[in-house]
Nanobody, 117 residues
Framework: QVQLVESGGGLVQPGGSLRLSCSAS????????MSWYRQAPGKERELVAF??????????NYADSVKGRFTISRDNTKNMLYLQMNSLKPEDTAVYYC????????WGQGTQVTVSS
């Protein structure tokens, strides 16, 4: 059974940091591209960060709005995906989802991040 379980969300003040985690099981994690998406109230889900599957060259990409503040990483030995979020802004408030992309796509259930003073 495929599972993606996000954790690490919460309430943080502007300028603060959070580290999101996504635990994967039920598929060959290292062969899947992984991404973080977010969806704010009343808005469409958007791509935040992407990391390619393990290969000769692992690539990452970020939305312009988070470049220089967020860092995506993965640990294939633990089947874990991470998103380090620094210098958080109120506009980063959203539900954050991890996604696995391969022959099929899998989504987690999401974790709420709220940035507010």
């Amino acid at each position: 059974q495929v599972q993606l379980v996000e954790s690490g969300g919460g309430l943080v003040q502007p300028g603060g940091s959070l580290r999101l985690s996504c635990s994967a099981s039920g598929f060959i994690f290292r062969t899947f591209h992984m991404s973080w998406y977010r969806q704010a109230p009343g808005k469409e889900r958007e791509l935040v960060a992407f990391i390619s599957s393990t290969g000769i060259t692992m690539t990452t990409n970020y939305a312009d709005s988070v470049k220089g503040r967020f860092t995506i990483s993965r640990d294939n030995t633990k089947n874990m995906l991470y998103l380090q979020m620094n210098s958080l802004k109120p506009e980063d408030t959203a539900v954050y989802y991890c996604k696995a992309s391969g022959s099929v796509d899998f989504w987690g259930q999401g974790t709420q991040v709220t940035v507010s003073s």
